[in-house]
């Protein structure tokens, strides 16, 4: 069975910095990224790395977050540095396997940044 954890969420002050972690288990994955939901807001891709370590990031935060895995141990985190308020969202991980090509999806973790 895939099974996704996420952690690291919290509440931070704006500037702040938060580094979001997520162990990946079952299989063994391709991409895997980080989205993001804000209430009301469609779910938004925030940054992938792939398992020969190219990455993508949203314009929005780039030159803010990093991205980056360890497979060995089948975790990606997510660095985020200097948050905004904007960045409040529930943050989600995902991986993509490479035998079915499935998407798998974590729980989500909060991410609170006050202003």
């Known amino acids: 069975q895939v099974q996704l954890v996420e952690s690291g969420g919290g509440l931070v002050q704006a500037g702040g910095s938060l580094r979001l972690s997520c162990a990946a288990s079952g299989s063994i994955f391709s991409t895997m990224g980080w989205y993001r939901q804000a209430p009301e807001k469609q779910r938004e891709l925030v940054a992938t790395?792939?398992?020969?370590?190219?990455?993508k990031y949203a314009d929005s935060v780039k030159g803010r977050f990093t991205i980056s895995r360890d497979n060995a141990k089948n975790t990606v985190y997510l660095q985020m540095n200097s948050l905004k308020p904007e960045d409040t969202a529930v943050y989600y991980c995902?991986?993509?396997?490479?035998?079915?090509?499935?998407?798998?999806w974590g729980q989500g973790t909060q991410v609170t940044v006050s202003s």
């Open positions: 995902n991986a993509v396997g490479r035998f079915d090509w499935n998407s798998y």
């Open positions: 790395i792939a398992s020969g370590g190219s990455t």
